[in-house]
């Protein structure tokens, strides 16, 4: 026998409608797929369930923690719905700082939004060099960006170095047009759009001109001293030891080193061992050194990304297992 359906309305005052079920109603769409026993039908600053009592309670408990999480970051995404699904009704950011790092342009505002991105902010915090290390998406770079910018309009520095390895990742930069800065900047893009969420553009293109904040390939760190700097190294999985041992050495009085990477993604050729797992190793238990792992948990990207990393990582133990040697029998067979 069928429960009988009834009907609960939902007041959204607290939200802007737009941002909260997104262009085209987005995420509303979204959420209608994750609880396709409800029929909702939002309308202004109200939303509708019909459905069963239990499912409207389980509904009911899902969406405030929606709008628990609206409320502390000012967005609703995918991959905050997955995980809100995932963690029995509570937002997975539940226990991360409202701390706003810096106030953007437009009104953004930059926070730590997982466990471990709060985790690198008081990591750089605590300590002046610190590893960053964890798959794609999850805020790595844009975390390191942010505690930079911070730290300058702070003013505990006097400028921002930002660097990477100029690997070609499967592309020929001899290829592409323009002198040497022309073929860089498309690939120190990330770096870019990130400053470019956080300063105003008048801003920003002064403080290229001065030389406040420099974006430069890892090559043009050797012979150096950086002092009075926020340094990010980024894509430092695509460096070879005797490159980050070079970069980790330019480091000046009051200085701050964030190193970030992915050591699922080295486009380094085969026979060479990325410097940041080399460095990661032998620099552990230094005092003033920290580590921070991000994972799947932490990614800010659509839901998609998370699935994605998932499934390579079970690709890459499927080949690990097939790879292994058998061991053979030494018993001897009389």
Known sequence: MNETAIEKIFSLESVDYADFWGANDRMLDFVRLLFPKLKLVARGEMLKAIGSAEDIAHFDGKLQAMLTYYEKFGRLTENAVMQILENGGSSPEAEVSDEILVHGRNGLLVKAMTRNQRRLVDAVRHNDMVFAVGPAGTGKTY????????????????????????????????????????????????????????????????????????????????????????????????????????????????????????????????????????????????????????????????????????????????????????????????
């Open 143 to 334: 975390t390191a960006v942010a505690l930079a910018v911070r730290a300058l309009k702070n003013k505990e520095v006097r400028r921002i170095v930002l660097t990477r390895p100029a690997v070609e990742a499967g592309e020929n930069l001899g290829f592409l047009p323009g002198d040497l800065r022309d073929k860089l900047d498309p690939y120190l893009q990330p770096l870019y759009d990130a400053l470019r969420d956080m300063i105003p553009q008048q801003k920003l293109l002064a403080h290229w001109e001065d030389g406040t904040i420099e974006i430069a390939p890892l090559a043009f760190m050797r012979g150096r001293t950086l002092d009075n700097a926020f340094v990010i190294l980024d894509e430092a999985q695509n460096a070879t030891p005797a490159q980050l041992k070079m970069f980790l050495t330019r480091m000046g009085r009051n200085a701050k080193f964030v190193i970030t990477g992915d050591l699922t993604q080295v486009d380094l050729p085969r026979h060479q061992q990325s410097g940041l797992l080399n460095a990661t190793r032998i620099l552990q238990g230094i005092k003033g050194i920290e580590v921070v792992e991000l994972d799947q948990s932490d990614v800010v990207r659509h839901r998609l990304v998370t699935d994605i990393i998932r499934a390579y990582e079970r690709h890459a133990e499927a080949l690990r297992t097939e790879n292994q040697p058998k061991t053979e029998s030494n018993e001897d067979p009389s």
